[in-house]
């Protein structure tokens, strides 16, 4: 059993307005070449993890062909909600819409086998940003005011931290509910990316890494990120031993799953 990744594919088949070109050429035809380069390497006994963004769909009755389209493909499908997901509701309500092979991780976790996922949406971080680091195709390059760090008493960073803050807590409910038994390995999977492409020591990297058995975080979020940094995220070394952090985004995989074990 082999276990992959691929996160934000921005599914629209319900919402044909939400097309994804108008981001660029590296969108053109994105669902078929999603689809073709994952049945061309996923088993239907593999895992694959998408930490958000999956659809551009409004509500779950909107989001059904898009899920069925997911469902279609091979393999379990573990999910976390991305910003975007506004289709994802009530949790009972919503896992009881999911199709056979689609899971949903919220405020706990999923064992599969040896593996447990575990994760949540997270947020922009009050500390630091991605801003910079992706290719904004404007003309001085760089990015959008909305986007840029705000200093500690900047109102836009007090609501930043009070989002960020209970996200953290979803984590830890996530982190709680893994099980207690010894040799399983752990994966997390978070929609916004949880430290910087240097990989800085943050809040999210070190409640991570308390958690022993932690291999890989996987997430998405960020769109376009350039292809000429000298460092796009990687491996850490933790207290339990080494952390790999994967921006899984369809358009930076070139919109084939990765794999992850
Ligand atoms: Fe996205
Ligand atoms: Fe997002």
Redesign the pocket.
Known sequence: MAIWALS?P?LSLSAPDKGMEVFGPQWKEHMPRIARSWQRVVLGSDIVLMPG?VSWSASLPQAAPDLKWLDSLPGTKVLVQ?N?DHWWGPIGKTRAAMPRTIRLIQNDALRLGKFVFFGTRLWDSPDFSTAEAVDWNTPDKRPPEKYALKGPDHPETAARREIWNREMERLKLSIAAIPKEPGLRKIALLHYPPTTCDLRDTDATALLESVEGLTDVVF??I?SLRRDLPQAFGTREGPHGPVNYRLC?ADWLGMAPVRIV
């Open positions: 934000d921005h963004d991305g975007h998405g979020h769109h985004s």
